[in-house]
């Protein structure tokens, strides 16, 4: 019986699943058809990367990225100093969690500037944790999945309440947010851990490696790319070598145009060699593409309610709290009635008068004015929301505010208020529209 090879990193051999090796049987008489390139998920148990892999793949693709990585601002922080202490590790660290958290599901080029407004006001984890979740809210407005910001905050807190940022994935994962992805990525980055990072572009760049052909979504899918990723990571450099294999997915092997002639690891890329000798073979084929989830349609009725006071008709607009579980939870939107199906408007405004009647003790009855302003599309991840906006104007003297404790969370603000809040996009379009409108009817009545 054959030894199994030594695998050369022994702070990865912790983190990897160890498979029984099998020998193949080939039959050179009769060879068995080969309905589809690739790999299976029962057959991904049984490969993994020859050293002499491992050591060109590592070479090449760090020297690609030495020469080739982008100039982004929580990498400057990274390779700042070429010897840190425990401080400087802390803020790499804290840099790292940021830039990861705020990547996910959102574009490069749009963190650039977030990551930089939050540095420059939470510039460390301690800082960040004396914040409150409105001033979270407000500084991460716009890039939606507010949730993330939530974990952010109370992972912070958590870490200052521990004493110190963890280092290693193992205590990474116990903090709030942070899960398999994120821990690797800090620990590897910040602390040098040897230990893999798996995401979307990592996931796709080794299905292309090694021609696996089962469903990149599936549990054992995935789990088998997390093995084979901690087999090729770098022992001496974790933290670069994963950047540049996420970096090489990002700018490189992409999902519909890889730029093979440029790839350092091509020499290594079994879909590459397989596309080369099999015609109806494309490197775009791996990973196996998945049918998307289809959306949810879902409607929603939304009133700008406006409160007019005093003899200058000053406004105020009542905004009310989203609960703290769920969709946008924790954040602040104008009141607003999920409907069933698409409604007309008077079933609309009737739902909307029984809500505000009901939770805030609004009378509508005697109203300034109430406008349909239009509609709008909000796209989340699986859920297109199809809000119907209306402008709905009150006279302080008619509202009539409920005497007992109300169960929803809510609060009236003037303008200036409403304008530095941090409000999601779909109700700062709702705003916005609502201003257009104004402007517009405006502009009509002066001509």
């Not at 407004?117 to 507010?146: C, D, F």
């Not at 280092?167 to 690797?184: F, P």
């Not at 929603?300 to 703290?324: D, Q, T, W, Y």
């Amino acid at each position: 019986m054959k030894k199994k090879p030594k695998n050369s990193t022994a702070a990865v051999a912790a983190t990897i699943t160890k498979s029984k090796k099998r020998t193949r049987n080939v039959c050179k008489s009769k060879p068995k058809p080969k309905p589809e390139a690739g790999f299976t998920t029962g057959d991904m148990e049984d490969f993994q990367f020859r050293e002499d892999e491992v050591g060109e793949i590592r070479a090449s693709l760090l020297k690609w990225y030495d020469v080739n990585k982008r100039d982004l601002p929580w990498r400057r922080i990274n390779d700042a100093d070429a010897t840190v202490d425990d401080g400087d590790r802390d803020r790499k660290a804290y840099a790292v969690w940021v830039s990861e958290i705020m990547l996910q599901q959102t574009r490069v080029q749009t963190v650039i500037n977030y990551f930089n407004r939050w540095m420059e006001k939470w510039p460390t984890v301690h800082h960040l944790a004396q914040a409150s979740i409105e001033e979270v809210n407000e500084m991460w407005a716009g890039l939606g999945y507010y949730r993330r910001a939530r974990f952010l905050l109370e992972g912070a807190k958590m870490i200052v309440e521990g004493g110190r940022f963890p280092r290693s994935v193992n205590d990474l994962r116990k903090v709030r947010g942070i899960g398999e992805y994120t821990a690797g990525a800090i620990a590897s980055i910040a602390f040098n851990e040897a230990v893999p990072v798996v995401d979307g572009n990592v996931v796709r760049v080794i299905a292309r490696l090694k021609t696996i052909s089962a469903n990149p979504k599936d549990t054992a899918t995935v789990k088998n790319i997390w093995r084979l990723a901690g087999q090729v990571v770098d022992v001496h450099r974790p933290g670069d070598f994963n950047q540049a294999l996420m970096e090489l997915g990002a700018t490189l092997c992409t999902p519909l145009s890889p730029s093979c002639s440029s790839c350092p690891v091509s020499a290594q890329c079994s879909a590459l060699s397989e596309s080369k000798h099999n015609p109806s073979m494309l490197v775009t084929d791996y990973p196996t593409k998945v049918a998307k989830v289809r959306q949810r349609h879902d409607f929603s009725a939304i009133s700008v309610v406006e409160i007019l006071e005093g003899e200058e008709n000053a406004s105020k607009f009542l905004l009310v709290k989203r609960p703290e579980e769920g969709l946008l939870a924790g954040l602040w939107e104008f009141p607003s009635v999920s409907m069933n199906e698409e409604a007309d408007v008077v079933t609309r405004r009737q739902a909307i008068d029984d809500f505000l009647k009901t939770s805030f003790g609004l009378s509508s009855s005697n109203v300034v004015e109430r406008e349909e302003v239009g509609e709008y599309v909000h796209v989340f991840t699986h859920i297109r929301l199809k809000m119907y906006i209306e402008l709905l104007v009150l006279r302080s003297q008619d509202v009539h505010r409920k005497k007992e404790k109300a169960v929803t969370s809510y609060k009236y603000v003037d303008i200036k208020t409403l304008a530095s809040m941090g409000l999601s996009t779909g109700v700062r379009k709702a705003y916005n529209m609502v201003q257009k409108f104004k402007q517009t009817r405006s502009n009509l009545i002066t001509r």
